[in-house]
């Protein structure tokens, strides 16, 4: 039973998670910029999720995004997108994971969630200083704007993306590899963050609660943040699209992931087709 929470309401099951029916694979996508174009008309393609019904019947997928945007900012992405319908889950902030309930109702998993937020608050409780100096470096040498709020106690927004390569040059060399301080970068955009949670630990834990593995999990980004779920250990088939940032691609590429030919959701159609070819010839050999 995978105990499940809405603010303070905790219930214990949603249907769809039930030994009959469970899924055999979990799609998932980043949002802006992988799932997204969105200078595109259409911001995201109508054969994707004709496709994501296709496989739903044919695999038995479930599908979500994977993306650094809150909860709340991702449902509004939702409808700006278009979107024909609903994805099953939604990993926000790189780390926290929803699911949506029969009654389309985003449901958040409980202990996953509390004990991430957890990690997260003791993480700045115990950084605080060193936060603060790295606060002070980039207000004192750099144009970035340093962001501090109740949920977000620490980010950065910085003026070019070459600006965001010099502070992180200072900021790794302020944090130990051995230290839970971490960070996402996306962009411009930084995020400090506990080491263990990020969007490839946030989305084994996805598949681990359908009791699905790496092999049966297929992931998508175009961003830096998404480095961690790009990963041959979270997912056996890691992608990105011709638009994915150029470290991206070559870190897709060394872990033997595809890099797709098309843009956005094209790319992800074409990652996807390419996926089922792959399984088809498999079993042609079998
Ligand atoms: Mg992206």
Redesign the pocket.
Known sequence: MICLSKGTTTVNALPSFTPANPPQWVLSF?????LVDHDGDPMVKPEFFYLMEEMRKSHRSIWGLN??RTLTHALEGILEAKFMWLPDFIIAREREIYIRNEFGRWIGVAEWNKNCEKAHKGLFRRHKRRLQKIQKWVEGNTDAQWGSQVDEPAGIVASSEEEMSLILEHIDAQLPSRRSLSYQR?SIYLRFSHKKYHKGTALAELARLYQLGAEKTFTM???H??TDMLDKSIAQYIACPANAHEEVKTHVLDNGGMVTTASASQGVIEALLEMLHQKEDERAYE
Do not use: C, I, K, V
Request: zero cysteines.
């Open positions: 980043d949002f802006d910029g992988t993306t650094g996306n980004g175009d961003g943040n998404d």
